[in-house]
Each structure stands twice: as C-alpha cells, then as structure tokens.
C-alpha cells in the first residue's frame, strides 16, 4: 500500500505563485510514473502534469509554459510549480503514484484558490 501526502496549496492571487509537494511512503523509486491532477467544483477529475521513472513529462494543454513537474530523488518527493496562476486553476490538486504501470495511487488533495 502507498500513501501519499499533499501540501503547499493556498489562496494566491492571479498571475502568482505556488509549489505543491507530494510525499509518498516508501521510496520513489516504486513507482513508474508520478504526477498531478485537479478536480474543480462541478468538473471530472482532469490530468495536470505527470513524470515518468525515466524523467520523461506530459502536461495538459492549459498549463502548459506555466506548470512545471519535477522530482527530487533525494528527498523522495515530487512537485509542480505553478506560475501565472489563473482564477481557472482553481481546483483541488491531487498527487497521483502509479505502480508498475497499473496500480494507481492518490493523496488527500490540497485546495489551490486563485482569486482575480
């Protein structure tokens, strides 16, 4: 079993600035991928950014050139670095670990609010 835990979600304004961190128990190295997802007030469950074992990146159209994922190996943790926030990135962000290529795991969330 995998558990992982959010933080670095807040109220900022528009065009600032925020940094979510994922800390998942267990080594980083389990997993084949990583990465975030939001979910807004009356939307699905929509993919953010991911990073594979590999160092390979996907982000969705909408953040892209503003989001950024990474990974520290050495603190056994991964990120996203978000910038020129907008008020439609208001969401509730989730950290997403996936295990051998299957076995999806999901943290609590972390409430992000971009005011205008």
């Known amino acids: 079993q995998v558990q992982l835990v959010e933080s670095g979600g807040g109220l900022v304004q528009a065009g600032g600035s925020l940094r979510l961190s994922c800390l998942p128990s267990?080594?980083?190295?389990?997993?084949?991928?990583m990465g975030w997802y939001r979910q807004a007030p009356g939307k699905q469950r929509e993919l953010v950014a991911t990073?594979?074992?590999?160092?390979?990146?996907n982000y969705a159209d909408s953040v892209k050139d503003r989001f950024t994922i990474s990974r520290d190996n050495a603190k056994n943790t991964w990120y996203l670095q978000m910038n020129s926030l907008k008020p439609e990135d208001t969401a509730v962000y989730y950290c997403?670990?996936?295990?051998?290529?299957?076995?999806?795991?999901w943290g609590q969330g972390t409430r992000v609010t971009v005011s205008s």
């Open positions: 990073i594979t074992s590999g160092g390979r990146t």
């Open positions: 267990g080594s980083i190295f389990r997993f084949t991928s």
């Open positions: 997403n670990a996936v295990v051998r290529f299957v076995d999806n795991y």
